[in-house]
């Protein structure tokens, strides 16, 4: 529970230094961790769950953005991306394209994939190596480059 327990370290300083915008972020996280743990019962939340949320909510950040900027709404681009820069520093660090690319032509060739129709246990095999440590939307385009 170790990056949970930094989220509410996190909380209590950034009400200490009244860091509303980080407070309010943070806040969300746990919210929606708390709801991911609700969803679990009787089982315990992992840590594996608790990166899903912050995957998850990351996602939902950079398509906020996305759909602001066709709105051309300025404001609102700001906000979520100052929310995105929070919420971005508790992700593991991000692996590179040729990171990943290493990663896929060894599973490619550990399961001998051949075709697209393949591609579902190569990326299944892929983000299991990874570890949350790629973009699984870099991971598929990858694969899709690889597999013909």
Known sequence: MELREKIMAD???AMR???TLKLNTLRFLQAAIKNREIELRP???SADDILGVLKKTVKQRK???EQ???AA???LVDQETAELKVLEAYLPTQMTREQI???VTEVIATLGAKTLKDMGSVMKETVSRTAGAADNKIVSEVIKSKLV
């Open 11 to 13: 909380v209590k300083a």
């Open 17 to 19: 230094e009244k860091e």
């Open 43 to 45: 089982n315990p939340i």
């Open 63 to 65: 398509e906020s953005i």
């Open 68 to 70: 602001y900027q066709a």
């Open 73 to 75: 709404r300025q404001d």
């Open 101 to 103: 690319e290493k990663i």
